[in-house]
T-cell receptor, first 112, second 117 residues
Framework: GEDVEQSLFLSVREGDSSVINCTYTDSSSTYLYWYKQEPGAGLQLLTYIFSNMDMKQDQRLTVLLNKKDKHLSLRIADTQTGDSAIYFC????????????FGSGTRLSIRP | DAGITQSPRHKVTETGTPVTLRCHQT?????MYWYRQDPGHGLRLIHYSYGVKDTDKGEVSDGYSVSRSKTEDFLLTLESATSSQTSVYFC????????????????FGEGSRLTVL
């Protein structure tokens, strides 16, 4: 089946690194994504990783993919107040490339 | 920003009444989606469309129907609204599906908040 799970909340101190974790069940996912939702807005694609990759780095963002454990993580270095948002893990199941399945979202809050 | 407009943005209705939400795009993208967002559940796919008159069910399609008679419009209808359908509804569009050649990135509208009393 297709299922994506995340913890609901994460609180970090400004300037520290944030690590948001996700587990998924479809071992044949083509892509795995991280979307960001700011208050009162729709989601926007933050970054993604193709299933044949282990790591992707993009400025302050690092995505790690452990296919054996079906675990995806997003690390945000030097977390800033502007990073406060809900972060959604998502996947494209190989069984249906037209669908994108989202997790429950992790709300990241930043402490001064 | 992708040209996606959802209407209405806010609606309050009573149980048992029909409700139609409209998603309009100016991007000529092939794929269109309706999701609902609820606390603790994230985004759940209701229905999606992969072309004019081509639609399919998502995870939570019961109680909802959709229609796509033109590329630019995707309508979501609640035939008889129930309180469990109180939610924020998001339309999304994508130029491609996810494949080895394309990421299938979704572009989202701003959401429609529906309250069913």
């Amino acid at each position: 089946g297709e299922d994506v799970e995340q913890s609901l909340f994460l609180s970090v101190r400004e300037g520290d690194s944030s690590v948001i974790n996700c587990t998924y069940t479809d071992s044949s996912s083509t892509y795995l994504y991280w979307y960001k939702q700011e208050p009162g807005a729709g989601l926007q694609l933050l970054t993604y990783i193709f299933s044949n990759m282990d790591m992707k780095q993009d400025q302050r963002l690092t995505v790690l993919l452990n296919k054996k454990d079906k675990h995806l993580s997003l690390r945000i270095a030097d977390t800033q107040t502007g990073d406060s948002a809900i972060y959604f893990c998502a996947e494209t199941p190989r069984s249906s490339a037209s669908k994108i399945i989202f997790g429950s979202g992790t709300r990241l809050s930043i402490r001064p | 920003d992708a040209g996606i407009t959802q209407s209405p943005r806010h609606k309050v209705t009573e149980t048992g009444t029909p409700v139609t939400l409209r998603c309009h795009q100016t991007e000529n993208h092939r794929y269109m989606y309706w999701y609902r967002q609820d606390p603790g559940h994230g985004l759940r796919l209701i229905h999606y469309s992969y072309g004019v008159k081509d639609t399919d069910k998502g995870e939570v399609s019961d109680g909802y129907s959709v229609s796509r008679s033109k590329t630019e419009d995707f309508l979501l209808t609640l035939e008889s609204a129930t309180s469990s359908q109180t939610s924020v509804y998001f339309c999304a569009i994508s130029e491609t599906s996810g494949s080895s050649a394309n990421t299938g990135e979704l572009f989202f509208g701003e959401g429609s908040r529906l309250t069913v009393l």
